[in-house]
């Protein structure tokens, strides 16, 4: 899923501080699975930005909704025409919500209320690890299933670099070294030579590099199938 | 046994402190509560396991929220008692109610529409 955190109250009170009425938009995929932007999320920042406003003696009416995705134009629609009554929109989706809204109500002004951070799993209650970065050309089967692009703090391919250290990255004393892994997980099955061979250079023209991509199913264009 | 507690604290009952949720002690602070607190049964006796330490966890949330508002945390508190221990929740209410006083009233404005 993709994985987000909630902005800081003081930069979203500060986003809509001459507004009098906003609605704040929630949306039930991602960010209500890692806890962040779903209903819950989405009553909890609007009681507290009014606790908020009401001790500043500057009362913000708040309207609150949950979209099923903000991601989907037909989901999207649902808010109609009604989100110009108000000064603002907060959105509690990844980052693509905010932007699917601006696209279709060019007249309000959207504000992001979390940081969309990566695409990854919660490994605990409360805790979220990034696993994939999306680079458009999946290859984990040649690293034992774990991903060194998007695990590997220099996206290295061949291997650890030196600062490997006892199973830990040398960027971040938090983070385990994902080379490590790989090479202990081949070690364990039987297969390190499948680690030794040159690989092709890896083409990052269907990663971000490419700029911004574009996903065609020319059987769903065309109709339903 | 009659034991008196002060008389401007309302008690809403639930099943549960578990069923006591961040929005619930939330919405008490926004409709203008000087305080708020959390009765729940003694830890580890929770006849739903764990309710009365989501809810202390729910409570600790709450106080981050208050605190990050300039509002002083201790106007939410949790409290653990048994349901037999009649004196303990009148002796807890008179505490809370002394420390809302000390505190003075809310600090959200009163006359607010919203
Ligand atoms: S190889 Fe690319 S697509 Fe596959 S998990 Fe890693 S970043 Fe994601
Ligand atoms: S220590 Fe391991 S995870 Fe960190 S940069 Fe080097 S190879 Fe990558």
Redesign the pocket.
Same mark, same amino acid.
Request: with cysteine.
């Given at each position: 899923m993709i994985v987000a955190d909630r902005k800081p109250i003081e930069e979203l009170l500060g986003m809509v501080e001459d507004c009098k009425k906003i609605l704040v938009v929630g949306c039930k995929g991602c960010v209500t699975v890692c806890n962040v932007g779903g209903l819950k999320e989405v009553e909890v920042l609007a009681a507290t930005m009014k606790i908020a406003r009401k001790k500043a003696g500057n009362p913000l009416e708040i309207a609150e909704h949950v979209l099923e995705r903000q991601c989907d134009r037909e989901y999207v629609s649902q808010l109609g025409e009604e989100v110009n009554d108000y000064d603002a929109v907060l959105s509690m989706a990844c980052g693509v919500g905010p932007q699917f809204l601006s696209e279709m109500y060019k007249e309000q002004s959207f504000f992001p209320a979390v940081n969309t951070t990566f695409f990854g799993g919660a490994t605990q209650h409360g805790v979220w690890e990034e696993r994939c970065a999306g680079c458009g050309t999946c290859g984990i089967h040649m690293f034992g299933g774990l991903c060194?692009i998007a695990? &590997?703090?220099?996206s290295?391919l061949h291997g650890? &670099?030196g600062? !490997? !250290?006892n199973g =830990? &990255?040398?960027?971040n004393k938090e983070?385990e &070294? =994902?080379?490590?892994s790989i090479v202990k997980k081949k070690m364990e099955a039987g297969q390190l030579e499948d680690l030794l061979g040159v690989k092709n250079f890896k083409s990052w023209k269907t990663a971000r590099d490419g700029g911004p991509r574009r996903s065609i199913r020319e059987e769903l264009v065309q109709g339903n199938i | 046994m009659r034991l008196s507690y002060p008389a401007d604290i309302k008690v809403i009952q639930v099943p549960c402190t578990g069923r006591v949720d961040i929005i619930h002690l939330l919405n008490a602070i926004e409709d203008g509560a000087d305080g708020v607190y959390v009765a729940g049964c003694l830890e580890g006796e929770c006849h739903y396991r764990e309710g009365n330490l989501k809810a202390r966890r729910k409570v600790t949330y709450v106080k981050k929220v208050l605190t990050d508002l300039g509002i002083e945390p201790e106007r939410v508190e949790m409290y653990n008692l048994s349901s037999a221990q009649g004196a303990r929740f009148a002796e807890i209410a008179n505490e809370m109610a002394e420390k809302i006083k000390t505190l003075g009233p809310t600090p959200l404005a009163k006359d607010s529409a919203a």
């Amino acid at each position: 899923m993709i994985v987000a955190d909630r902005k800081p109250i003081e930069e979203l009170l500060g986003m809509v501080e001459d507004c009098k009425k906003i609605l704040v938009v929630g949306c039930k995929g991602c960010v209500t699975v890692c806890n962040v932007g779903g209903l819950k999320e989405v009553e909890v920042l609007a009681a507290t930005m009014k606790i908020a406003r009401k001790k500043a003696g500057n009362p913000l009416e708040i309207a609150e909704h949950v979209l099923e995705r903000q991601c989907d134009r037909e989901y999207v629609s649902q808010l109609g025409e009604e989100v110009n009554d108000y000064d603002a929109v907060l959105s509690m989706a990844c980052g693509v919500g905010p932007q699917f809204l601006s696209e279709m109500y060019k007249e309000q002004s959207f504000f992001p209320a979390v940081n969309t951070t990566f695409f990854g799993g919660a490994t605990q209650h409360g805790v979220w690890e990034e696993r994939c970065a999306g680079c458009g050309t999946c290859g984990i089967h040649m690293f034992g299933g774990l991903c060194p692009i998007a695990r &590997c703090a220099k996206s290295l391919l061949h291997g650890p &670099c030196g600062g !490997s !250290s006892n199973g =830990i &990255c040398e960027v971040n004393k938090e983070t385990e &070294c =994902i080379w490590d892994s790989i090479v202990k997980k081949k070690m364990e099955a039987g297969q390190l030579e499948d680690l030794l061979g040159v690989k092709n250079f890896k083409s990052w023209k269907t990663a971000r590099d490419g700029g911004p991509r574009r996903s065609i199913r020319e059987e769903l264009v065309q109709g339903n199938i | 046994m009659r034991l008196s507690y002060p008389a401007d604290i309302k008690v809403i009952q639930v099943p549960c402190t578990g069923r006591v949720d961040i929005i619930h002690l939330l919405n008490a602070i926004e409709d203008g509560a000087d305080g708020v607190y959390v009765a729940g049964c003694l830890e580890g006796e929770c006849h739903y396991r764990e309710g009365n330490l989501k809810a202390r966890r729910k409570v600790t949330y709450v106080k981050k929220v208050l605190t990050d508002l300039g509002i002083e945390p201790e106007r939410v508190e949790m409290y653990n008692l048994s349901s037999a221990q009649g004196a303990r929740f009148a002796e807890i209410a008179n505490e809370m109610a002394e420390k809302i006083k000390t505190l003075g009233p809310t600090p959200l404005a009163k006359d607010s529409a919203a």
